[in-house]
């Protein structure tokens, strides 16, 4: 990449980019300041345009793709898709436990796509980087889905067979990020292993479990950061 005065930065993908936090106290979502992109903005040479969208799963942001970052002409993308994509319909599934169920994305769907994605931004003269998933917090986002309802609670047991296997299925999602990454040779931040790291990393989540907090955000800022010193120094002020 040549050395500029200034560079132009997109971050591309769901609510954990656009900043959707919730509010325990307003028992709603809204939008966080000091979200990861608005702290990594502050310490780049240019601008941080931050294209994530509430409830974007990848097939939704690949139809995005041209307005939300070529478009804009950046020199580098971070993509961050996977948490949607990974989600069921849980009502159905607390409805019907017994039937076959799908993901919003499938995962081979997910890596194609993904994949091709990254073609195009490269073909464009963008630069991607990928990301990791954070974790989510199982047992949280379980209450989450099944809102305290017994019976909810009962049938979406059933079908998974165990809680954790939420948690699992969400990290074969991020798994895959990974191998696509090694696959193409696209940088990828680590920002699950970073979080993972920490003490009761559960700290970092909102209520419904896979939402990062404000906390969460400072963590994934100072993760992406480290990787922009370590490979992008130029990028910084």
Same mark, same amino acid.
């Given at each position: 990449?040549?050395?500029?005065? =200034? ?29 990861? !992109? =608005?702290?990594?903005? #502050? ?7 931050? @294209? ?13 793709? *041209? =307005? ?24 159905? +599934? ?23 994605? +990254? *073609?195009?931004?490269?073909?464009? =003269? +963008? ?24 019976? !909810? ?13 939420? *948690?699992?299925?969400?990290?074969? *999602? @991020? ?16 920002? #699950? @292993? ?11 989540l909102c209520m419904d479990g896979i939402h990062p907090n404000m906390e969460g955000h400072s963590l994934i800022a100072s993760i992406? $950061? ?9 990028? $910084? +002020?």
């Amino acid at each position: 990449m040549e050395t500029k005065k =200034n560079y132009n930065l997109v971050v591309f993908g769901d609510s954990i980019t656009e900043g959707v936090v919730y509010d325990s106290r307003k028992r709603r979502y809204s939008n966080l300041k000091n979200c990861f !992109a =608005n702290l990594v903005g #502050r310490h780049i040479k240019g601008t941080v345009c931050n @294209s994530g969208r509430f409830g974007s799963t990848i097939k939704r942001g690949v139809k995005k793709m *041209y =307005n939300d970052v070529i478009k804009k002409t950046p020199d580098i993308v971070l993509i961050e898709f996977g948490g949607n994509d990974c989600d069921f319909n849980w009502k159905n +599934i607390a409805d019907d436990p017994d039937s076959k169920h799908k993901p919003k994305t499938d995962i081979l769907t997910f890596r194609d796509i993904l994949s091709d994605m +990254i *073609y195009t931004f490269d073909e464009s =003269n +963008i630069t991607p980087v990928l990301m990791t998933l954070p974790p989510i917090d199982y047992k949280r986002y379980f209450n989450w889905i099944t809102k305290g309802n017994e019976t !909810a609670e009962k049938n979406v047991l059933k079908w998974l067979g165990s809680k954790i296997e939420i *948690y699992n299925w969400h990290r074969k *999602y @991020s798994e895959m990020i990974t191998r696509v990454a090694h696959k193409t040779k696209t940088s990828l931040i680590d920002v #699950r @292993s970073g979080i993972l790291k920490q003490n009761d990393y559960s700290k970092f989540l909102c209520m419904d479990g896979i939402h990062p907090n404000m906390e969460g955000h400072s963590l994934i800022a100072s993760i992406i $950061l480290n990787f922009v010193k370590d490979n992008y120094s130029f990028l $910084l +002020i």
